[in-house]
């Protein structure tokens, strides 16, 4: 496993662990230190299937059944993927931390996924930089339903990273 890799892990295991706070946890600590402590759970996520390789984090969130989302840039090194498959964009984790879905297609998605979000129906709002675009899939990630903006057009005057902010 990379650094790049163990650090995703990393912050995906103090994401769940921060959702899983309840009475008696770190807040009652909290009532007699003032400060709240996180433990890191190094299990937390099981080894990733197909030799799969990680990217930069784009985002994480976490859905209504504690499950947790993250976004994979696929921006690893090519000496990564010598014993290694790129990981799928999107990566759904169980509470236990076991992979229970992947999907992304980046023909349409923009590949570098920047915040992700679920809503009050499950399903999951994905944003991309530096386009802005905003996609809403199903939970699963099956249907796209909604799409704002377009892959790789910025709000520039040429639709370019070169182009003039359309604000000034």
């Not at 190094?42 to 030799?51: E, K, T």
């Not at 998605?109 to 991309?128: E, K, Y």
């Amino acid at each position: 496993m990379t650094m790049k890799s163990l650090s995703i892990v990393i912050a995906c295991a103090v994401v769940v662990l921060a959702t899983a706070i309840g009475p008696g946890g770190p807040a009652a600590s909290r009532a007699q230190t003032g400060t709240v402590q996180y433990e890191a759970d190094l299990s937390w996520p099981q080894p990733l299937p197909n030799r799969w390789a990680l990217g930069g984090l784009g985002g994480v969130c976490v859905d209504a059944q504690d499950h947790v989302l993250i976004l994979n840039r696929q921006d690893v090194n090519e000496g990564d993927l010598n014993g290694a498959r790129l990981a799928p964009p999107i990566i759904e984790f169980d509470p236990a931390g076991k992979v229970v879905n992947a999907w992304g297609d980046l023909t349409v998605m923009d590949p570098r996924l920047h915040s992700c979000h679920f809503d009050t129906d499950g399903n999951v709002w994905i944003a991309a930089a530096p386009s802005g675009m905003v996609q809403k899939y199903s939970h699963d990630g099956k249907m796209l339903l909604l799409q704002l903006g377009k892959k790789g057009v910025l709000d520039s005057s040429d639709g370019t990273v070169k182009g003039q902010s359309k604000g000034s």
